[in-house]
């Protein structure tokens, strides 16, 4: 089952930023004291009590004027309403109840999505108790009172966040429909891809960017299996500077992959593989999904014997931490290749299923073993004991060894290599854990 995902929205300096560290456990987004300095990495995975989500951070407010910062509120609360399962709604009991908070607790109040309703900054809850009382008047529920800062009452908002976490068994644990996500940067031809595949015109597609209002489930049905294709949403604004509309591309990238089996990540051959679709890729790389890179628009470009060899090489080059990835040329303007993706899906999907037998797994590393010794350091060889796969999607394996210090990071890309020359693997990323076993 795919993770929850819950959105962080609210003012200026409320301290969403620093929330999100927190919970993130580490410091991921730039914090200051000026307005709208969030502007690193807006995402994290977070776990509470057993329970895992995926926590976004809306950001995106600049303090021009109250008009503006009401506007980008509104929609910093519609990206949330269309990706979150769960919202907070950060406030500051410093700033007291304005009205920007009334207006965007309207807008969450008829979205039906649930809402915790956060009241940050209460570094004593004897001192402000009687201030956090006012923000019953927003109508969404009872406030849970923190201080982000020094870290108060941040298990109270956590055990209400959970209560509205789906029970582990639900009906998309049923689903065995392959999931794919189609993501990458807007106007790219995500939309265009689908109605080519689907053989109508159901998603919107126009020349500018970001006309695809929110993510939209489309099955398809080809050669007897069904499949449900998520298309990821653009920006509702035409007039967005660039940075917002990667931020929101982004947001929607991580929802989608958040729920898909494999990842099929759309570049504009016209353009290239650019820096952004690096942040794209990256994160179903970092989820370990089964991945297809498609090169999308390539009847737009002029050809010879060594085209496709160089633009392969230029991706794998920017998209280095994938080397395992898929790459298939097409058109979803007239079909050039599209039906092969439905192969490349099913493959992809197998290899990030596919379980290895114990005793095959330690042939190979013992072969790999006597190939090429293992690091030492200081007069101490590293000793590997035995591999076990543990985990599919993605394939995940177990490696006992004597020192984990001495597993360095290349012997490892050495093992993973040799068990994709025995298995292939293509299309998935390999997850590999090393524990110290004592005394052998």
């Known amino acids: 089952m795919s993770k929850p995902v819950v959105a962080v929205v609210g003012r200026p300096n ?26 690193d990495r807006i995402y994290a995975d977070v776990n509470w009590l057993d329970r895992s989500f995926t926590l976004i951070d ?19 609360a519609q990206i949330a309403m269309d990706t979150a399962d769960v919202i907070i709604f950060l406030t500051d ?22 809402v915790v309703l956060v009241v940050n ?35 109270d908002m ?3 966040l959970i209560k509205y976490f789906p029970e582990g068994t639900s009906e998309e644990n049923e689903d065995d429909r392959t999931k794919v996500a189609v993501v990458g940067k807007p106007n790219v031809g995500k939309s265009s891809l689908i109605n080519h595949l689907l053989g109508e015109d159901r998603v919107i597609v126009s020349e500018i960017a970001g006309t695809t209002r929110d993510a939209i489930d489309t ?24 940075e917002e509309l990667e931020r929101f591309s982004i947001i929607r990238a991580v929802t989608a992959v958040e729920r898909a089996d494999v990842v099929v990540v759309m570049i504009d051959a016209t353009e290239g593989v650019t820096e952004q679709d690096a942040k794209i890729a990256g994160i179903a790389h970092e ?15 002029e050809k010879n014997d060594k085209t496709i060899y160089k633009h392969t090489e230029r991706i794998r080059e920017i998209l280095s931490f994938m080397p395992y990835a898929e790459i298939l040329f097409i058109s979803a303007k007239t079909g050039q290749r599209t039906k092969k993706l439905f192969d490349m899906i099913d493959a992809v999907l197998e290899n990030n299923s596919m379980r290895v037998a114990t005793g095959v797994l330690n042939e190979i590393m013992s072969e790999a073993v006597a190939m090429q010794q293992p690091p030492s350091d200081k007069g101490k060889r590293l000793k590997l004991y035995y591999m076990t796969q543990v985990a599919v999607k993605p394939p995940t394996f177990v490696i006992f060894v004597n020192d984990k210090k001495l597993m360095h990071f290349s012997y490892t890309r050495y093992l993973e290599n040799c068990i994709r020359e025995a298995f292939g693997f293509q299309g ?7 524990r110290e076993r004592k005394g052998e």
């Open 14 to 39: 409320v301290g969403k930023s620093t929330l999100f560290n927190v919970l993130a456990g580490e410091r991921i987004s730039i914090v200051q004291d000026t307005p709208g300095v969030t502007r």
């Open 58 to 76: 809306t950001g995106g407010i600049e303090p021009d004027s109250k008009d503006i910062i009401l506007s980008q509120m509104r929609e910093q």
């Open 93 to 114: 009991v410093r700033q007291g109840l304005v009205d920007a908070d009334s207006k965007v607790a309207d807008m969450l109040r008829r979205s039906q999505k649930p």
């Open 121 to 155: 900054k209460v570094d004593s809850f004897e001192k402000f108790m009687p201030d956090v009382y006012e923000f019953y008047n927003l109508g969404i529920g009872d406030p849970v009172p923190i201080s982000a800062a020094s870290r108060l009452g941040i298990g």
């Open 158 to 160: 956590l055990d209400e």
């Open 219 to 242: 099955e398809i049905v080809y050669e007897d299996r069904e499949y449900v294709f998520i298309d990821t949403a653009g920006l509702r604004r035409k007039n967005k500077i660039k």
């Open 287 to 301: 989820r370990g999904k089964g991945i297809i890179i498609a090169v999308n628009k390539w009847d737009a470009i």
């Open 428 to 434: 998935t990323s390999l997850k590999f854990i090393i």
